[in-house]
């Protein structure tokens, strides 16, 4: 599974972004599908998961700025940020989990898109 990132960029505090990924491959299933974030200097974390049944997992930290949707016929995921702030600067990376026909999964990563927001 190859995923492709677009939409990352520099705005301003209280602006919004939106990030989109597209996942391309052969596999059995890709699920869930999501975007984790690293700062400098920190270590990566989750902002947020969505599964193929429509099950949304949230950090705390954008929860009522930040939210996800997928395509599952297109395997997209996109990423909508509102009123971002400068804590939110980072690298997104797109996640993918996929299984093939065997049952075996496996851990995809895009190459990661920065977003920076100036104050």
């Known amino acids: 599974v190859e995923l492709a990132e677009t939409g990352g960029g520099v705005v301003q505090t ?3 972004l939106r990030l989109s990924c597209a996942a391309s491959g052969s596999f059995f299933s890709i699920d869930p599908m999501g975007w984790y974030r690293q700062a400098p200097g920190k270590q990566r974390d ?3 998961t969505i599964t193929s049944g429509g099950t949304i997992n949230l950090a705390d930290s954008v929860k009522g700025r930040f939210t996800i949707s997928r395509d599952i016929v297109k395997n997209t995921v996109h990423l909508q940020m509102n009123r971002l702030r400068p804590e939110d600067t980072a690298v997104y990376y797109c996640n993918a989990v996929g299984r093939d026909y065997g049952g075996a999964k496996y851990t995809f990563w895009g190459q990661g898109t ?3 927001v100036t104050s």
């Open 14 to 16: 209280g602006e919004s």
């Open 46 to 48: 989750l902002v947020a």
């Open 114 to 116: 920065q977003v920076t």
